[in-house]
């Protein structure tokens, strides 16, 4: 009898009882490889001992202070780690904890730069169709997962219109060069500035790869460089939701550096933390901040919980191993490794539409039929399948889909640990491959 209101009301999940390094086990002592990090999430794995030792430190020394009244040690730390050096003119960080509530920080401190820079008319946010930015009635507004927003619809904010995402595998056009298509996107964008009136555009928002709901799309050179160029002739700011695709996750530490270009304000959070601690945040372009500072002096937002003492703490070790253990160079060799692994086991697989991503973030989109690309049936649950093929071969993989807007289609994540080895991209290979082609045989 479970009390608890799991994913699913009808089956409680096994209990996760322990884990070390890349290894999940659950209290009937199955172990699987935790191959997606959850989602994304675990970017060192588990029990790494310096995080570990780091947040029983803070633990002794301060639990909690409330940021009206004091800031903490471990949050200047972690804050003057990460955008002490300006990285991309980025010099402020803001502490919340999740990737919801980052986003939700992201659109109010963007809100009330327009306000503080003399701009109150601008209160309209564009996003991309087939996104998700969180759970939160803001970010669920900002997102465009059609399957997520649905039940939800009437009480969205209309603040929020959407564009379509960059999406080669579905959305170019027969004969269609990179440049063409990304013109194509900007044109898009540039004519929904024009119909929203473009003085009245707070910012565009855009996930820099694209997470759960299209699985690790990355968008095409020259992309973001172009979306960018539009915010900028109207003056409106550029949000990067990195909560998935950040933090070292592509082999950079901000999926940005990868794309020429830098964003106004940026979402992080699930490889801030790594799990230890639930901690997500933003970080911020010195220009909003300036306007902020020079304006009313505050940011007109707050939570009881935002930069947590032990939280930062945590977050603070994480990022200290990732420097110290030369990890983003790992990502880049197991990433490469990982993308071979699965062209070669599944590449020529009847339902593999496609193998996508980035660094150590990968997804393959299944189809019912390769040449069409038509999907599944969403009853078939097809990515479910997976998952559960793969628990019972000793491999968590993260699982998305469902889609009821026929727009894209199952496809399941692999997220390995940063300090995973080449066996162990071997064995994530084998299971997962063994996986799929047990999920779909007979469908
Ligand atoms: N943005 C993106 C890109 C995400 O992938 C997620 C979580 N999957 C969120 C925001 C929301 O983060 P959280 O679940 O921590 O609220």
């Not at 004091?70 to 730390?77: G, H, K, L, V």
């Not at 300036?290 to 939280?311: I, M, R």
């Not at 490794?337 to 193998?355: K, S």
Request: aromatic fraction near 6%; charged fraction near 20%.
């Amino acid at each position: 009898m479970t009390h608890i209101v799991h994913r699913n009301l009808r089956e409680a999940p096994p209990i996760a009882a322990s884990g070390r390094g890349i290894w999940l086990t659950d209290a009937s002592g199955h172990e699987v490889i935790d191959g997606s990090g959850g989602a994304a999430v675990a970017c060192l794995g588990h029990g790494h001992p310096h995080v570990v030792a780091a947040m029983k430190a803070q633990i002794d020394r301060l639990c909690y202070a409330h940021t009206a009244l004091f800031t903490a040690e471990s949050a200047e730390r972690l804050a003057d780690m990460l955008v002490g050096h300006a990285p991309g003119g980025l010099t402020h960080a803001y502490f919340v904890s999740s990737g919801s509530e980052g986003m939700e920080a992201a659109l109010k401190i963007a809100r009330q730069w327009a306000i503080e820079a003399g701009q109150a008319q601008r209160t309209k946010f564009i996003a991309r169709r087939q996104s998700y930015h969180g759970n939160t009635l803001g970010a669920l507004a900002a997102g465009g997962n059609a399957m997520r927003r649905a039940p939800y619809a009437p009480i969205l904010s209309d603040a929020f219109s959407h564009v379509s995402p960059c999406y080669p595998y579905r959305d170019r056009r027969d004969g269609e060069s990179d440049s063409d298509y990304v013109a194509r996107l900007a044109a898009e964008l540039e004519a929904e500035f024009q119909r929203l009136g473009p003085q009245n555009v707070i910012a565009f928002c855009a996930e820099t790869v694209v997470g759960a709901t299209l699985g690790c799309a990355t968008a095409l050179p020259g992309y973001f460089p172009a979306m960018k160029a539009v915010c900028e002739r109207h003056g409106a700011l550029l949000i990067l939701d990195e909560v998935m695709s950040g933090m070292g996750r592509t082999g950079t530490l901000h999926g940005w550096e990868q794309e020429g270009i830098t964003p106004d304000i940026q979402v992080i959070a699930k490889g801030l933390g790594g799990g230890y601690q639930p901690i997500g945040g933003i970080l911020v372009h010195g220009r909003v901040i300036e306007a902020l500072t020079k304006g009313s002096g505050t940011f007109k937002h707050g939570h009881t919980y935002q930069a947590h003492p032990v939280a930062c703490a945590a977050a603070l070790a994480v990022q200290e191993a990732i420097r110290d253990e030369n990890l983003l160079d790992n990502v880049k060799a197991m990433g490469a490794l990982l993308e071979q692994g699965l062209v070669e086991r599944l590449g020529n697989h009847a339902h593999v539409g496609d193998i996508r991503g980035r660094g150590l973030f990968w997804a393959v989109e299944l189809v019912k039929d390769r040449a069409s690309k038509a999907v599944f049936d969403p009853a078939l649950a097809v990515n479910e399948r997976v998952k559960m093929e793969a628990f019972k071969r000793g491999l968590a993989c993260y699982p998305m889909g469902g889609t009821i807007d026929g727009k894209h289609g199952d496809h399941v994540i692999l997220a390995p640990p940063y300090v995973c080895t080449e066996a162990d991209i071997a064995m994530i290979v084998d299971r997962f491959g063994a996986a799929v082609e047990a999920a779909v045989a007979g469908v």
